[in-house]
């Protein structure tokens, strides 16, 4: 799983708790970006901001893209020593100027009744983060930190639709790890909550009336550090999702539900996870957005059942070709037996402005609130505030 927002040593088992909300100052997990269902399902955010314009000519030779995102960020209380700020993500650095993820994407589409491949190649803070925290080592998922994406992929001759193999983005979640491709930059509450990529195989169908079926098996749905390509419990785990894009094109719905017996931090867990998207179009220039998350954890053997409910509302505007503003309101409740519940939620602004048609840059002003004490840094460096305000200016370059 991804994020963590309050210390771990207010829980009497790190297992369950890990499970239930992991809140630590080293951040989590993620996914891919928002736009509709692709050839082979990468993406599983909500629909594009824009009609697309019709289907460009197929292209079956190895291809290249990739990004740099960099940002510098400010805690309002100014924490000493330039520490790392618990309640986020991937933007976890205070008034140290900081790469997020330099990416890198080799890939071959597949023919119809042919054979293709993607890689993703990943480096920066969101390298250690997927993969265990940062300053992640070499052991455990952590020897996979800069192979983000790897698989191939085999497409039905006809009407389209495929199997993939090998490791790949999880469908969970609205927001993705590519940051140019969410409406803010910061990532959700909700985010913190979810598994960031799979091992396995996945099988999905050709898109008919706006309708596609994803089917996984995957070796594990929890990500922890020593959990995620592999899992000690040997058993595997499956997902199901549907998505429906309006042939209107003015909404798009998609629905992920699955679960599995695992291994995670040597503790047999029985997982079941939720998420359900929703983006509506309200003009050529606006949408709205809703990600509904649900997860029910039960550890073998203790009684520490967790359960998760969360949520995240967004605005998206787009003013002129350039510019643009996004709104969001998240958070989450997880319940752990024996322990308090947690209630963080936080409220962003974000404003972008594309100075370049491959450089896009942001500024945006967040504020954090939990209802535990303790949880955010103070002046002093220490965690003994229930709320927490920043700001950040950051650029994503692509190529």
């Known amino acids: 799983m991804r994020t963590n927002l309050i210390d ?32 082979s399902p990468d993406t599983t955010a909500p629909a594009p901001e824009q009609a697309p314009s019709g289907p460009a000519a197929p292209n079956y030779e190895i291809q290249y893209n990739g990004l740099v ?38 890939f071959k589409n597949a023919k119809p009744g042919g054979l293709g491949f993607k890689a993703t190649l990943i480096a920066g803070d969101t390298a250690d983060i997927n993969h265990g925290g940062l300053g992640v080592g070499g052991t455990g998922e952590g020897r996979w930190k800069n192979v983000q994406q790897l698989y191939g992929t085999y497409a039905f001759a006809g ?41 396995g195989v996945r099988a ?3 898109t008919k009336n706006g309708l596609t079926f994803t089917g996984y098996i ?45 291994k995670p931090f040597g503790v047999t867990t029985k ?28 550890p073998d053997g203790a009684d520490n059942d967790t359960t998760q409910n969360g ?40 404003y972008e402005y594309k100075a370049a048609a491959n450089f896009l840059t942001r500024a945006e002003f967040r504020h954090d609130h939990s209802n535990i004490a303790n949880t955010f840094l103070d002046g002093d460096g220490v965690g003994s505030k229930k709320e927490q305000d920043t700001f950040s200016v950051s650029g994503v370059f692509t190529f």
């Open 8 to 39: 771990l040593k207010k829980f009497s088992t790190a297992a369950a708790v890990l499970l239930a909300v992991g809140m630590t100052v080293a951040p989590g997990m993620a996914q891919t970006p928002p736009t509709a269902p692709p050839a």
């Open 69 to 106: 995102d960099g940002y510098l960020q400010y805690q309002f209380n100014n924490p000493k020593d330039s520490q790392t700020l618990t309640g986020r993500v991937y933007d976890v650095r205070h008034l140290t100027p900081a790469l997020a993820l330099a990416e890198l994407n080799v």
């Open 159 to 199: 009407a389209g639709g495929g199997v993939d193999f090998g490791k790949f983005y999880t469908p969970y979640g609205y927001e993705v790890t590519e940051s140019n491709a969410n409406y803010n930059y910061s990532r959700s509450d909700v985010f913190g909550l979810l598994p960031f990529y799979h091992f």
């Open 271 to 298: 997982a079941l996870l939720s998420d359900t998207d929703f983006t509506y179009n309200v003009t050529s220039s606006s949408l709205v957005g809703f990600n509904y998350f649900y997860a029910k954890y039960n």
């Open 311 to 350: 949520y995240a509302v967004y605005f998206k505007q787009t003013l002129t070709p350039k510019t643009g503003f996004a709104l969001r309101v998240s958070g989450f409740d997880s319940k752990t037996q024996g322990a308090p519940k947690v209630k963080p939620y936080e409220v962003t602004a974000t």
């Open 204 to 206: 999905y169908t050709p």
């Open 218 to 262: 995957v070796s594990a749905i929890i990500d922890t550090p020593d959990a995620g390509v592999q899992d000690d419990n040997k058993e595997p785990s499956f997902i199901g999702q549907v998505n429906y894009t309006d042939p209107g094109g003015k909404f798009v719905v998609i629905e992920t539900l699955g679960g599995g017996n695992e």
